[in-house]
């Protein structure tokens, strides 16, 4: 491949058996764009996250001093014979970018810091250097709201029961509850009747209870009598409780504060989240808190208008950033966005940003599914960067189900030919042109694209949203049909997820969410427990072996004495990464000698538990069994065994199990947002059947997608548009797939027709 001569090889892989890889060898030419395609399942992320990603990193940690080396992660070798020739390897992923409220698009893109500087040398009049602009320094926060740009107060009628008295716990926040230390402080003060309901106190009473203070009363111990503070019930707990900041309380303590709490805009600071020195520094019309409150779209031309010569050069710096989060499609954030609620796709992009600006050169990038979120006119945007990235001396391998981004690989590698136990191999390595003559499911399904579905249902009935006020939705009446599945497209940004999972998920409250979030699991949830068998496994044990069922469950009897049944021994080292080995033991099985001693019909209950759901329909008889394993099975996912940690499933993986349980169903409104993430094209035609069947058992199914394929496939569609953020949230086409086809100014219904041609 023209233009990688300077690279010192390719890296090599062999005998990779992590997770269901069988003995994988592999070669991955340096320095270009290698995209990894195969099913949900098939072992693509094993490759490149489990053993490419880990192995570089294990590398990298190894040629560190001793004593940086404790500090860091420890990895075990992956499974693997051969490794080489990896570089440093960086991994974008879908992770949260989670962060406190003190966290925003600006923080994390280093613009704000720009935006300081920028301020503080051309700013009028100046605040000082560049810190007394920065909401998260004492020198410039707004001291009311302590840089956070909102208050909470408290609600003073949730905060105190007026029928009780204090003794019947007037004083609703846990902590005051009869019987604690901070009721005695009032109840026992004998400044108050306790046995007095507050409604019946006088106003001064009130008063003290409230807001008193400056003088001592008598606290009782158990044996003595001491003076103590008096301090009224509102500044007690606002001291205790609001005035720090809220990641220092427990998620307890946070949510019983939120029981009692409303948050707003700070007064003082009207969410500019400074003090009033930097706010009345401008540039023209703008202080800082109006930059960063711009769509970025908006605030690029205001620093081009900047002429100034002091002012330029930091101008161009924060401009080339700025760029490239256009580039990536995110024009439409503003920088004062709290990095903790962007979408995982957006924060993917943000950390891609970040990558484009360093200068850093043979850099192994790895992605994972960059194409989240997007609609297909941002995914060209997209395969740019990732050429820059490549362009620029870099390995850029990405784990990746979108057409348009397959088409620009310089090499593919298409792993299965199912998933699980099923995949695990490498069906084909090589350029994309030799993949669509493939005979694999990949290579079919790159050349036999769907067409449109014609003939449509008819909806019921419609749920109707009137004039709804949302993020970047203005006044915005709308008519999601019923009974039917219904799309809703747009480009990033434009309001999709603001429509579906935000607007019509609080007008239908019993609308049932089918995202990617964690589902509600311990560590120890695996797929038997997840369908609830486990119960009727350890008792068919108990029948055929005559021994009590308890012994059949690690948690209890039939755990292993070493790591009581966690398979695992984990060494906390002060100041260190924790250590996790696996028990010796057990090796790992978590159950106890004598347990596996017995069999069901020839197999251990470990061994049972390695079964994979389809292996296990033929080993059971049990009909209440068998009904719910097929459950898993028909939301694809018979490849997973059934002991199976639910950690370590995808996000893709995750959907379909909670969809396991609701498919028999009916007569209920599911919202979808985005249903095809980490699903190959083989997986969206199975989705679709799944979506089909929930419709035709008389649901009602929204989905926010940019995937054609759905699409095609709906019933009826609704197009948000023409643009993300503000030049967004209006409706540009409700209808049909085959009308959407003739609307004139829809870029959706354009890359349709591109699609179907
Ligand atoms: P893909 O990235 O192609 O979707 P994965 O590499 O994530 O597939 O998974 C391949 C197989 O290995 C799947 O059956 C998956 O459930 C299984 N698997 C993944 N991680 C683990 C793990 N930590 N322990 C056991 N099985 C795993
Ligand atoms: P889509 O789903 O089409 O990608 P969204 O509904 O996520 O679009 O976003 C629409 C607009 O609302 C965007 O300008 C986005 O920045 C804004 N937005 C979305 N969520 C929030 C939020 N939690 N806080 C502030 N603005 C938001
Ligand atoms: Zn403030
Ligand atoms: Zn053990």
Same mark, same amino acid.
């Given at each position: 491949?023209?233009?990688?001569?300077?690279?010192?090889?390719?890296?090599?892989?062999?005998?990779a058996?992590?997770?269901n890889?069988?003995?994988?060898?592999l070669?991955?030419?340096?320095?270009?764009l290698?995209?990894?395609?195969?099913?949900?399942?098939?072992?693509?992320?094993?490759?490149?996250?489990?053993?490419?990603?880990?192995?570089s990193?294990?590398?990298?940690?190894?040629?560190?001093?001793a004593?940086?080396?404790?500090?860091?992660?420890?990895?075990?070798?992956?499974?693997?014979?051969?490794?080489?020739?990896?570089?440093?390897?960086?991994?974008?992923?879908?992770?949260p970018?989670?962060?406190?409220?003190?966290?925003?698009?600006?923080?994390?893109?280093?613009?704000q810091?720009?935006?300081?500087?920028?301020?503080?040398?051309?700013?009028?009049?100046?605040?000082?250097?560049?810190?007394?602009?920065?909401?998260?320094?004492?020198?410039?926060?707004?001291?009311?709201?302590?840089?956070?740009?909102?208050?909470?107060?408290?609600?003073?009628?949730?905060?105190?029961?007026?029928t009780?008295?204090?003794?019947?716990?007037a004083?609703?926040?846990?902590?005051f509850?009869?019987?604690?230390?901070?009721?005695?402080?009032?109840?026992?003060?004998?400044?108050?009747?306790?046995?007095?309901?507050?409604s019946?106190?006088?106003?001064?009473?009130?008063?003290?209870?409230l807001?008193?203070?400056?003088?001592?009363?008598?606290?009782?111990?158990?044996?003595?009598?001491?003076?103590?503070?008096?301090?009224?019930?509102?500044v007690?707990?606002?001291?205790?409780?609001?005035?720090?900041?809220?990641?220092?309380?427990?998620?307890?303590?946070?949510?019983?504060?939120?029981?009692?709490?409303?948050?707003?805009?700070?007064p003082?600071?009207?969410?500019?989240?400074?003090?009033?020195?930097?706010?009345?520094?401008?540039?023209?019309?703008?202080?800082?808190?109006?930059?960063?409150?711009?769509?970025?779209?908006?605030l690029?031309?205001?620093?081009?208008?900047l002429?100034?010569?002091?002012?330029?050069?930091?101008?161009?710096?924060?401009?080339?950033?700025?760029?490239r989060?256009?580039?990536?499609?995110?024009?439409?954030?503003?920088?004062d966005?709290?990095?903790?609620?962007?979408?995982?796709?957006?924060?993917?992009?943000?950390?891609?940003?970040?990558?484009?600006?360093?200068?850093?050169?043979?850099?192994?990038?790895?992605?994972?599914?960059?194409?989240?979120?997007?609609?297909?006119?941002?995914?060209?945007?997209?395969?740019a960067?990732?050429?820059?990235?490549?362009?620029?001396?870099?390995?850029?391998?990405?784990?990746?189900h979108?057409?348009?981004v397959?088409?620009?690989?310089?090499?593919?590698?298409?792993?299965?030919?199912g998933a699980?136990?099923?995949?695990?191999?490498?069906?084909?390595?090589?350029?994309?042109?030799?993949?669509?003559?493939?005979?694999?499911?990949?290579?079919?399904?790159?050349?036999?694209?769907?067409?449109?579905?014609?003939?449509?249902?008819?909806?019921?009935?419609?749920?109707?949203?009137?004039?709804?006020n949302?993020?970047?939705?203005?006044?915005?009446?709308?008519?999601?049909?019923?009974?039917?599945?219904t799309?809703?497209?747009?480009?990033?940004?434009?309001?999709?997820?603001?429509?579906?999972t935000?607007?019509?998920?609080a007008?239908?409250?019993?609308?049932?969410c089918?995202?990617?979030?964690?589902?509600?699991?311990?560590?120890?949830?695996?797929?038997?427990?997840y369908?609830?068998?486990?119960?009727?496994?350890r008792?068919?044990?108990?029948?055929?072996?005559?021994?009590?069922?308890?012994?059949?469950?690690?948690?209890?009897?039939?755990?292993?004495?070493?790591?009581r049944g966690?398979?695992?021994?984990?060494?906390?080292?002060?100041?260190?990464?924790?250590?996790?080995?696996?028990?010796?033991?057990?090796?790992?099985?978590?159950?106890r000698?004598?347990?596996?001693?017995?069999?069901?019909?020839?197999?251990?209950?470990v061994?049972?538990?390695?079964?994979?759901?389809?292996?296990?329909?033929?080993?059971?008889? &049990?009909?209440?069994? /068998?009904?719910?394993?097929? +459950? @898993?099975? %028909?939301? #694809?996912?018979? $490849? *997973?065994?059934?002991?199976q940690?639910?950690?370590?499933?995808?996000?893709? &993986?995750?959907?379909? /199990?909670?969809?396991?349980? +609701? @498919?028999? %169903?009916? #007569?209920?409104? $599911? *919202?979808?947002?985005?249903?095809?993430?980490?699903?190959?094209?083989?997986?969206v035609?199975?989705? /679709?059947?799944?979506?089909d +069947? @929930?419709?035709?058992? #008389?649901?009602?199914?929204?989905?926010?997608?940019?995937?054609?394929d759905?699409?095609?496939?709906?019933?009826?569609?609704?197009?948000?548009?023409?643009?993300?953020?503000?030049?967004? #949230?209006?409706?540009?086409?409700?209808?049909?797939?085959?009308?959407?086809?003739?609307?004139?100014?829809?870029?959706?219904?354009?890359?349709?027709?591109?699609?179907?041609?």
């Amino acid at each position: 491949m023209e233009g990688r001569g300077h690279f010192s090889g390719d890296i090599v892989l062999s005998g990779a058996r992590e997770n269901n890889l069988k003995n994988v060898s592999l070669t991955i030419p340096k320095g270009t764009l290698t995209v990894f395609t195969g099913v949900s399942g098939s072992g693509k992320s094993s490759i490149v996250f489990d053993t490419i990603a880990v192995e570089s990193q294990r590398q990298l940690n190894e040629t560190f001093p001793a004593y940086v080396r404790n500090r860091l992660a420890r990895h075990a070798r992956p499974r693997a014979e051969v490794m080489e020739n990896l570089s440093t390897a960086i991994v974008v992923d879908q992770k949260p970018l989670g962060g406190n409220s003190r966290s925003t698009v600006g923080t994390m893109t280093e613009i704000q810091p720009m935006l300081r500087v920028l301020f503080s040398r051309h700013g009028q009049p100046s605040a000082g250097p560049s810190n007394h602009y920065s909401f998260n320094d004492p020198h410039g926060m707004c001291e009311t709201c302590h840089g956070l740009g909102r208050t909470v107060t408290v609600a003073l009628e949730r905060l105190l029961d007026e029928t009780r008295t204090l003794n019947e716990g007037a004083i609703t926040y846990p902590s005051f509850a009869p019987g604690t230390a901070q009721w005695q402080l009032y109840a026992e003060s004998g400044l108050f009747d306790p046995d007095k309901p507050i409604s019946s106190f006088t106003e001064q009473e009130r008063e003290l209870l409230l807001y008193g203070g400056g003088f001592k009363v008598d606290r009782r111990s158990r044996d003595s009598v001491y003076k103590n503070e008096y301090e009224g019930v509102l500044v007690r707990f606002t001291r205790r409780y609001l005035n720090r900041d809220a990641d220092s309380l427990s998620q307890r303590d946070r949510k019983a504060v939120a029981e009692v709490t409303e948050e707003g805009i700070c007064p003082e600071c009207a969410g500019g989240r400074l003090n009033s020195a930097a706010l009345e520094s401008r540039i023209g019309a703008h202080n800082i808190a109006d930059y960063c409150a711009m769509e970025v779209n908006d605030l690029i031309p205001v620093l081009e208008a900047l002429h100034d010569p002091v002012a330029k050069p930091v101008a161009q710096a924060a401009l080339a950033a700025l760029r490239r989060i256009q580039a990536v499609g995110l024009g439409y954030l503003s920088l004062d966005r709290e990095t903790s609620t962007v979408s995982g796709g957006e924060g993917q992009r943000l950390k891609t940003v970040r990558h484009l600006g360093s200068s850093l050169t043979d850099v192994t990038y790895i992605f994972d599914e960059p194409s989240v979120g997007l609609h297909p006119r941002d995914v060209e945007r997209l395969n740019a960067l990732l050429l820059a990235l490549r362009d620029k001396g870099n390995t850029v391998l990405v784990v990746e189900h979108d057409r348009d981004v397959i088409a620009v690989a310089d090499h593919v590698v298409d792993i299965g030919p199912g998933a699980g136990a099923h995949g695990g191999e490498v069906v084909y390595e090589g350029t994309v042109e030799g993949l669509r003559r493939s005979d694999t499911l990949t290579g079919r399904w790159l050349r036999q694209v769907p067409g449109l579905t014609r003939n449509h249902r008819t909806p019921k009935g419609a749920y109707v949203l009137r004039e709804v006020n949302l993020h970047n939705l203005k006044n915005l009446t709308v008519e999601v049909p019923s009974g039917v599945l219904t799309a809703v497209t747009g480009v990033a940004g434009s309001g999709k997820s603001t429509l579906v999972t935000k607007a019509l998920a609080a007008q239908q409250p019993h609308a049932i969410c089918v995202d990617q979030s964690a589902i509600g699991i311990s560590p120890r949830s695996t797929p038997a427990t997840y369908v609830d068998i486990m119960d009727t496994i350890r008792k068919l044990f108990a029948a055929a072996s005559g021994v009590e069922a308890g012994m059949f469950s690690f948690n209890s009897t039939g755990g292993c004495p070493t790591c009581r049944g966690r398979g695992v021994i984990q060494t906390d080292l002060a100041f260190l990464e924790p250590v996790t080995l696996t028990c010796e033991t057990c090796e790992g099985r978590r159950y106890r000698e004598q347990t596996l001693r017995h069999r069901l019909d020839g197999r251990n209950i470990v061994e049972v538990l390695e079964l994979t759901v389809e292996e296990a329909l033929e080993f059971f008889a &049990e009909p209440g069994v /068998l009904r719910k394993l097929r +459950r @898993l099975q %028909e939301v #694809g996912l018979g $490849y *997973l065994t059934l002991g199976q940690p639910l950690s370590t499933l995808s996000g893709g &993986e995750r959907q379909r /199990l909670k969809l396991a349980d +609701r @498919l028999h %169903e009916s #007569g209920g409104l $599911y *919202l979808f947002d985005e249903p095809t993430t980490g699903l190959h094209m083989a997986d969206v035609a199975d989705l /679709l059947t799944l979506l089909d +069947r @929930l419709v035709d058992s #008389g649901n009602s199914v929204v989905v926010v997608e940019h995937d054609l394929d759905v699409v095609k496939r709906a019933d009826w569609v609704i197009d948000l548009g023409p643009e993300a953020g503000h030049h967004g #949230g209006r409706i540009l086409f409700e209808g049909t797939p085959a009308a959407l086809l003739s609307a004139p100014d829809s870029i959706t219904a354009d890359h349709l027709r591109k699609d179907l041609a």
